[in-house]
């Protein structure tokens, strides 16, 4: 665990701030939040799903934050909520704040002197920073970032060590930024030609919007002539690769290893597995649910959940299943050839 | 879209300096490459697909290049080309030029002495340069870049920021290399031992040819004894991981998040799907095109599409159907007992 | 291949260090290990697998290391060792030893001065160190690295240029971290609350044990409470991403590509093919192998392979089979149909 001191609040205090329910000794101080098994007396632990009541009572939790239908499930100090998880991620946010931003920029940054860095923001070691850029108030860039020519970090955004953002891109205001993460390399565009590949150049940018974070070793390509664009409150996991021209509907989470191929647009509210595929030239409707590993090679016009992976076994089952996978034109094939004798013979002797 | 100022040229004079007929007003000054849907008055757009040609009507581009076939299908000033998308892709670079680099190493980059840098190349901020390294002319290293010892690095080739080569590796000429890939890196080669794992040192190299492009944060890892190889026009796109000892042929192009495991050899002019899995120890043909999603597990002798990943569909029918997946090798067995029972029950009846 | 000189030995002295038994001249000086087909008389080659054993006659190599059953397949001077694979091993390692670590931290770094760097550490050009960081002795910090905030890294450890570790997670002894790989970014935990996501913080660290190697590219996020986890001897392979509060046991492989996802806990001396995507909150037991492209979405308790991707083939094929496939509920309920037809057909007549 994490063992930077954190700060501590009483209980009554967190529920004055956050609202719900106090039942219990509101003058119980809270130092961490943390799992059930692993609390202490100075934690505070939540249960969101009735399947984890079953561990109250062997918790050692200070105090819990608990569902409506689980009021009565401790005797423990406890905070009722209609939204446990999202409770507890304010209380978890309070009691761990982000590390603070020093301004300033390191004496060892590189700034372009045409620049624009807010006096507010912070420039990390060995970051260097293009020409025209401009890095908004309480921003900061983390160490051995590169932000490119004319691109733009808004305000009171978080860029971790090691990011690239390329010429011209543009991140909204409180976006997060993990490192190793790429934003505006070129898209993949090339012309066959004679059997060569001529580059068609990558013009366009990447816009982010507002509140998205964006997890480590991503890459989001520039766009070919328009724009990809990234809208407010999305939430992209580690290793995620993001083609050019590609439109990411406002407040959808994509998980880590994800990718979505050039010019797709994907709906607000989706949530997308790990590892699952988007072919191009697509577009998938809001609300949309995809299973991790799933390969979508068509458009989605309605909601719901989607999946298409095949189905693990032991390995000898699966190569006798997979031969028969081939086979599959033929099975129905003879299934077709036994429907046809069947009718034949029992018309026959009808 | 890119802000940064574009040059200008006259329609005439595109068409002088790279062929095709044109149609219309010669004097037209064209100053930026677009979309039909995106373009303005000062825009070239193109059509290289008849499916796209029904947008022409609405386009407010000032100029088109267009494919034979559609010579009359607009009445705005055009080129007719042969391959209107390579046209384009001449025009966008021509009115698109990469950056100019600017010979000369950043005071805040650590060049080893022994070093051989050519006089035009560039050096960027923080960028760090390996005993006997050599980069040549023209070639501009990126902010942040790792050359390491012994590496070089082709003349007139561009690595974006944050690139890492490793000691010995060599990278040709005219090749770019976007930030966060890894080249060289060690294979992930161990000899089981007594249930540990022992190292095999990887005392190979990557060696990539002319005129290559490679996605960020792709990864490239050195030979175990021989090299790795990348021959000359192969474009790989974003996180492709190739592993020791691979080969792939000159012009093949790679799309993002496809892995290659070991001592596999792919041809020339192939072209690989998104997120596809080339197994290890495989030999793929010249020209095959393997679709995105799919897992190749054994070599592949002929030219030709190969295709292989689940079908998706709503969840619920996916669970009806993967359990019968589960179950084929059962289907079969039913379907031959039908077969029998009805070859036995006709020969009683006939 | 590498040009890098190396150390040469005779073909006794490597006998008497390594155990095994010499047959030919002792005397043969052994200068680097190669493949039967590169090798040239001053190398070493090995045969680990029988199928190898028809190259022996082809071979330029100077020496040969052989297991038991192939101990007169060649007159060649050889060593028969029980693991000729681990054998090998030792030899190139002893062949090829680790660039040596030079103490002192390069005058570009940026290290903290409240962080503990034992004098025989290196810290590369451009690496930054944090507050209160570890650097133990003999390990090496490669250029452009970042240690975060109390973060630690073992003795004997080497970290290729620009690794990113975040605050406070630890990497033991003797580990391998090759360049761009991200530990201890946040996990990637949201709770939904009024259509928005709300971050939870993620407090806990990556504990990572020793000998363990990490690829490059790799991302291995910190835990939202308690930690994550990878025991000691652990072997990872590029662009693996693994998620907050997973466990991985000691000793496990793990090829590129793989993703785990959440709070799922992998056994020891397991292996995972390159793309296995292992679905979260399972458990996978210890000596379990997944292949290549596998989906794993349930724990496994067993010992055992398993295996789970569809199989590839020419795409009209594909087509063909997939069609069927989203139908094989459909088919299975023609075979019952079938079958009852047919019971009762026979039952007429019978």
New interface residues.
Partial sequence: ????KSRSFKLGDIARRFGGELIGNAEVRIH????LQ?ARSTDIAFVAQSRYLAQLNQTHAGALILGPEARTASSLPRIISA?P??Y???V??LL?PA?AVKPGA?K?A?VDRSARIAKSAAI???A?IGKGAHVGAGASI???C?I???ASVGTGSRL???V?V???CRIGARC?V???A?IG??G?G????D???????Q???VVIGD?V?I???T?I?R?T???TVIED?V?L???I?I?HNVWIGA?T?I???V?I?GSTRIGR?CMLG??A?I?GHLTIADHVI????????KSIDEP????????????Q??????A??????D??A??RE??R??AK??G??S
Wanted: aromatic share 8%; hydrophobic share 35%.
């Fill in positions: 665990m994490n063992k930077r961490q939040v943390s799992t692993s939204n998880y999202a507890f991620a304010r978890a946010a761990n590390a390191h060892s590189v990390g070691a060995c260097v983390g160490p051995g590169n490119g020519d004319g971790y060590a090691n690239t390329y010429h011209e997060i993990h490192s190793g790429v390399a070129d993949f090339f012309a066959p030609e059997g060569n590949w001529r580059k068609i150049p013009t366009g940018r509140d974070e997890g480590a070793n890459t390509d766009g002539l328009d724009d409150g939430k996991d580690n290793q690769q083609a407040n989470a998980a880590g290893c990718g191929a509210h790990g590892a595929i072919l995809i299973s991790s590993g799933t390969v979508i090679m719901g959940t989607y999946t298409g992976f095949y189905p693990f076994s032991s390995h089952r699966w190569r006798r299943n997979a028969h996978l081939r086979q599959i034109d099975l129905a003879r299934i036994l429907e004798r069947l013979a029992q026959n002797h």
